[in-house]
């Protein structure tokens, strides 16, 4: 083979990786984009400070009541000895807590998973406490902090 | 698993020989010697409408086709997600363009006389995608539900309200009740995502079948083409693909600069009780809208429903053999004059209050 026709060669190789290159640099350049498009809006708005969540009157002592906040549920109860707060979410598969007024306890409906009026967990297969929530009334408002 | 295990994979279960002959065939299949640039509007209209595809899915990820929604959803779009804007403006830019380049792909065969024998079901299926572009225009028009879409819908389908006869059963049809609402959003919606692009992707495949199997058109008069044999004329690969690749570029070059540089405006939300002043339609139906007003509205309805006729059925109204437009001087003065006539219409639209 010349030296002339070793040249041709590696011309026509590089040109060749150019175009393919540039197909794929294309082809990445549409893709990625649509993808940083389809990742879901999970960042939600800040929600600072204390939120108003209702009346006093609205959470009957002794009952709970759930309340969303910022796109999370959260599970007020009334205790005598004052308001409690906890995300309504169990810890083991995500299903939606209750408060038992009559056992007086957090009840999980899918895995039977049971919680204490303080978050922490009984019996059942949740893993950890349910989080708690800051929860104070200022004249007569129920104010949660998010 | 290698390459060449996977090829004997398929090997066993396919006849690849054969299949690579007929990809070698079409790919290597020679073009006349007359292949221009001109012959890459048709790669640009197909271009174009897989782009519409491709931005048409990314846009329906957040659309809402409801009347309470519509507009709010395509508001997020444009100040939400990731480059939701230009995804919208590269939707809202290719479909003006795709109508210009449909038009243009469409002159120029009128022009160099390709629709003549044996190509006139080729022009038909061409004149009925024109056609379908057009109310993909109009019924994505209305999609985002602001007060532009609003009245221009309401306008154009009152105009549909003025045939005889059914007209306006057509009008209530149209818009799913007596005013345009929810109803019409849903049907337009319907129409817009679900039956044209299917439609169309079929009649873009007969297009193209037609195309391959009969060929290019030359300059050459009726029953006398030479048919080309191998090695003659200009290879289908590399070519015209080249041209075609320079084309793709600069189309996505020019899409993405008029998205960044003239976006489309969002608007106010459609108000059913507020007709804002001076409405116009889409810069595409501006010469046939400005026709109406001269027009008694019985005469000018029926002229807006024979031009479409007259399209599709061209080839059989002129039957000459010339395909040169200086050997056929009556269509090429028609063509002309059709051209004059729309620009002029479309200007005295553009300055009308």
Redesign the interface.
Known sequence: MSKENQMNLSQRDFLSWLLKGGVILTLAGFILPAITYLLPLTRQAPVGGMVDVGKKEDFPTGAGRKVILGGKVILVIHLASGFRAFSATCTHLGCLVDWDEKKRQIACPCHAGFFNSDGSVISGPPPRRLMAYVITVVNGRVMLSA | MSKDQIIAWLGERFDLKRIQELVDQQVKKPLPKNISWLHTLGSMSLFLFISQI?TGI?LL?YYRPTVNEAFESVKFIMT?????W??RQVHAWGANLMILIVFLHMLRTFFMGAFKKPREITWVIGALLFIFTLVFGFTGYLLPWNQLAYWATTVGTEIAGGIPVIGEWTKIFLRGGAAIGGETLSRFFVIHVIILPWLVFFLIGAHLLLVRVQGISTMEKVDQEIKLKEGEGTPFFPHHVLKEGIVL?LLIGILIGLSILLPFELGEKADPLQTPHAIKPEWYFLPMYQMLKYLPKLLGILMLAMGPLILIGWPFLDKTKARHPRQRPISTGIGIAMIVLLIVFGLLGHWAD
């Open positions: 491709l990314l990820i939400k997600p990731s480059l939701g230009l995804y570029y």
